[in-house]
């Protein structure tokens, strides 16, 4: 049986790779498809193991564009064409409106958490603190959350 499938928006690859820990996501779930304006967005060379897609449904692409930009947009159209397992999403409004199209959502605190709860790393703390270093914005409340159910 193949890999659930999970699709990323830019931001948090852009941010992983701005700390040097992009592989987490792909030693969390392996293959990680992304649309094209993604990948143009991400503008930097992408690891084999980050697939491109072109999004089908451009007509779902459109109506998302009037609320969201382009690689949300795309992110969230793919992930629903592909029945996607997860899709990364930090943005609260993309969030908000996956959710609405019935699609399994995950930030990138919650890869992290995961990443920590798989061993792969040793501190939320210390990525956190990466993270916000780059300018990842990342609310107290959510920082406070995350590191309490991680036992930090």
Known sequence: MPDPISVSNSSGLIALESIG???????????????????????????????????QNQGLVQSLRMNLGPGESEAIALASEASAARVILDDKKARRTARQLGLPVTGLLAVLLQAKQHGFVSSLREIIAELTAVQFFITENLIEETLLRAGE
């Open 21 to 55: 820990r992009l592989d987490l996501l792909h030693r969390l779930y392996g293959t990680v498809t992304i649309p094209d304006a993604v990948a143009q967005e991400c503008g930097m060379a992408l690891p084999a193991w980050l697939v491109v897609q072109t999004v």
